[in-house]
């Protein structure tokens, strides 16, 4: 079983794989990797990473349906057991994906023994339109999987909403917009009331962040002006082993290699 668990939205995987990501997953100690955002086809994908897999990383990949948009992964050191793409649910042990969300790339998932690992990729939205209405039926879509799944899980992404104020520098400016509106909120509620535990805040209670997004705009960075809307959400006894979470903010501006940072959970 995994002990430590890393996630990072790579705002596209061959961009962020001539800035550092392949110095970060060469010097990693994480057992697995979830990527959002790959941005790549299957091939495109695997060639941007092919000095991490030629060193034994092991990848499962749902690339995007849209040229340039979302792509989901997980990069693990062993190989899963199963792998299953396109978020869904499992009827008569026949994966069943949404067909709204089939081939979007925006949901992939493997087992690993008793242990689920998903990673997802939650589109931004906008406030009062079709987009936040297909954002709504997404987490629908993910909230009844996460409640379907009978065993050990962690599912771990870019699900792009800042759940209280703690989570986004400047809550008061952003109640109305896509992120931060009170659905979106109310739905990461209802998942921590039905026994899924916010792994990150759980160890960083009561404080402002530790933000994993940062705009490239400005100086949000250096103001530390972020969001935290990358988490991992488990359920069962793996959640109560979470012993340590970072967000792996880089040094400085100039030293990230994606507008997100990697938030990384060790579990006993």
Not at 218 to 237: P, S, T
């Amino acid at each position: 079983m995994a002990k430590i668990i890393s996630t990072c939205n790579v705002n596209g995987v061959r961009a962020a794989s001539g800035k550092g990501l392949l110095e970060w997953l060469a010097a990693t100690e994480a057992d697995i990797v979830c990527l959002q955002e790959t941005r790549a086809t299957d091939e495109q994908t695997r060639s941007a990473l092919a000095p991490a897999l030629d060193a034994g990383w092991i990848l499962s990949h749902a690339e995007p349906g849209l040229k340039g948009r979302a792509g989901v992964a997980i990069l693990s050191r062993h190989q899963p057991d199963a792998v299953r793409i396109g978020v869904g649910l499992l009827q008569d042990g026949t994966w069943s994906p949404v067909e709204e969300f089939a081939t979007l790339g925006r949901y992939v998932e493997a087992d690993f023994g008793d242990l689920t690992i998903a990673s997802v990729y939650v589109h931004t939205g906008e406030a009062d339109t079709p987009m936040q209405d297909e954002k709504y039926r997404f987490l629908d879509a993910i909230g009844a999987r996460m409640l379907a799944h009978p065993g050990e899980f962690v599912i771990m992404g870019d699900w792009n909403v800042a759940h209280t104020e703690l989570d986004i520098k400047n809550w008061k400016g952003n109640v109305k917009n896509a992120g931060f509106l009170p659905q979106e909120r109310a739905w990461v509620s209802s998942m921590l009331a039905a026994g899924y535990a916010d792994v990150v805040r759980d160890l960083h209670p009561g404080v402002p962040g530790p933000y994993s997004w940062h705009s490239y705009r400005g100086r949000a960075f250096d103001n530390d002006a972020g969001w935290r809307i990358d988490y991992q959400l488990a359920r069962g006894e793996i959640a109560s082993r979470a012993k340590q979470a970072v967000v792996e903010r880089a040094a400085t501006y100039a030293e990230r290699w994606s507008d997100h940072a990697p938030v990384t959970v060790q579990y006993r």
